[in-house]
């Protein structure tokens, strides 16, 4: 049983199945919102924006 791709990859069928299973009021995926969960990753990356965010 193979896992169905979006554009997105990989990434976009996690988010996919995260909205699947826990609905869309427990995942964003707003540009705005995603900013505020951004992730510091110096030195290694500058700045990395996550793909989603899910409240428990």
């Known amino acids: 049983m193979g896992r169905t791709t979006t554009t997105g ?28 969960y951004a992730v510091d990753q110096a030195p290694v990356l500058d700045f990395q924006l996550p793909e989603a965010v899910v409240f428990a």
């Open 9 to 36: 990859g990989c990434v976009g069928s996690l988010v996919e199945e995260l909205v699947g299973a826990l609905g869309a009021g427990k995942v964003s995926t707003e540009t705005a919102l995603l900013a505020r």
